[in-house]
């Protein structure tokens, strides 16, 4: 039985994220997928909550047949100690899935086998540009999953994401505070 974790914000979960859960399911027989920065919430970089998040992988991901876990994951502001804080966090993985070079340093230094994959349509796929897509009110929900466009209506988060784009204050929309 093998294992893999695959970190992302998802801010929000878009169509790479989905490809890349993808290959993942196809090389492991389970898929635990982590919320990093799972304690911000209500900024432009990350506007979504944890559980909005989980709603909307838990939705996306029901459609596998991997088994899959979602674990929200608080930031620390700690890199050596962050694979552990993981660690204690989700279920046991054998391997770790990134393309971030400091996330794929922190797993080896740790000694956990990391698997890199092509990125998916980067170009378009970026979750900064999907959130500026939804403030300025172009076209945006090609690019995720229908049950993640679902989500946001839910949680009116695209009315929440204009609002607080809009907030005058010094920056404050770009801070994780």
Do not use: C
Request: net charge negative; glycine share 8%.
């Amino acid at each position: 039985m093998t294992r893999g974790f695959y970190i992302g914000r998802f801010q929000p979960f878009h169509d790479g994220h989905r490809e890349m859960t993808d290959r993942i399911a196809e090389e492991v027989d389970e898929v635990v997928v982590g919320i990093g920065s799972a304690d911000a919430s209500h900024t432009v970089r990350n506007p979504f909550t944890a559980g909005e998040r989980i709603m909307m992988l838990s939705r996306v991901l029901d459609e596998f047949d991997t088994q899959t876990y979602v674990v929200p994951i608080e930031d620390i502001d700690r890199n050596s100690v962050w694979v552990g804080h993981i660690q204690s966090m989700a279920p046991d993985f054998d391997v770790a899935y990134s393309n971030n070079p400091l996330v794929i340093r922190l797993f080896e230094e740790a000694g956990i086998e990391v698997r890199q994959s092509e990125m998916y349509n980067r170009g378009d796929l970026k979750g900064s540009r999907i959130r500026s897509r939804m403030i300025e009110g172009k076209e945006w929900s090609h690019l995720v999953p229908d049950a993640v466009v679902d989500v946001i209506d839910e949680v009116d988060g695209l009315e929440r994401l204009r609002r607080i784009a809009g907030d005058d204050g010094d920056d404050a929309t770009e801070n994780d505070h």
